[in-house]
């Protein structure tokens, strides 16, 4: 167990829709990334908060939006989803902001678009 | 832009077989770490090995262990006697430390298949 806790496991929603999955990290770490996995893609960098600021952006769409709160945990907001959006997002956090960092996974979400 | 080439999409092996997943990077950063994590049929990817680009010494861990070469950006993994457990996608990945906004970039894996 990483002690990253995503949530939740599955999502199936419709095209045109809007989601909201969760990440907390674990405990004193103040970094968290979010990853799209996908089979066409692989393991496509998102983005990255360290201590509730955005750090690092990578190939998020304007239709994706992320925070992360005040007590760390993060959320990652996705709208106008469509079929292609359908991925496996992983959430990970590390101790630190720098790229080096160790990271720890969570378990992911399985979000289908119908 | 940093890169990383894993050319073996898939392995097949069987049990007591060493096997050995090929990684190669392109950056123009003199100091870059690499990376392997594995994902197991759970999901959850799990941190292996982080490598700074000043140390081109070998590691071992038990059954496995990873040759570093400089010279040629590779960065490859041997598993020695697989085991059925072994069985995952293995991802190689690069960070860029100096490259200010710029996180993990994973390769596209090779998945594992280590048969009884």
């Known amino acids: 167990d990483s002690g990253v806790t995503q949530t939740p496991k599955h999502l199936i929603t419709a095209t045109g829709q809007r989601v909201t999955l969760r990440c907390s990290p674990r405990?004193?770490?103040?970094?968290v990334y979010w990853y799209q996995q996908s089979l066409d893609q692989g393991l496509q960098f998102l983005i990255q908060?360290?201590?509730?600021?955005?750090?690092a952006k990578g190939n998020i769409l304007e239709r994706f939006s992320a925070q992360q709160f005040p007590d760390l945990h993060s959320e990652l907001n996705l709208s106008s989803l469509e079929l292609g959006d359908s991925a496996l997002y992983f959430c990970?956090?590390?101790?630190?902001?720098?790229?080096?960092?160790?990271?720890?996974f969570g378990s992911g979400t399985q979000l289908s678009v119908l | 832009a940093q890169k990383v080439t894993q050319a073996q999409t898939e392995i097949s092996v069987v049990e007591k077989e060493d096997v050995t997943l090929d990684c190669v990077y392109e950056?123009?950063?003199?100091?870059?770490?690499l990376f392997w994590y594995k994902q197991p049929p759970s999901g959850e990817l799990v941190f292996l090995i982080r490598?700074?680009?000043?140390?081109?010494q070998n590691e071992i861990s038990g059954r496995y262990s990873w040759n570093f070469q400089k010279s040629t950006s590779s960065f490859n993994f041997t598993i020695t006697a697989s085991q059925v457990v072994d069985s995952a996608v293995y991802f190689c990945?690069?960070?860029?430390?100096?490259?200010?906004?710029?996180?993990?970039?994973f390769g596209k894996g090779t998945t594992l298949s280590v048969s009884s």
């Open positions: 990970a956090s590390s101790s630190g902001q720098a790229p080096n960092e160790k990271l720890f």
């Open positions: 405990s004193g770490d103040l970094s």
């Open positions: 908060y360290y201590n509730g600021e955005e750090r």
């Open positions: 950056t123009r950063d003199t100091t870059y770490y």
């Open positions: 490598r700074n680009s000043f140390d081109e």
């Open positions: 990945a690069l960070s860029e430390l100096n490259q200010a906004g710029t996180a993990l970039i």
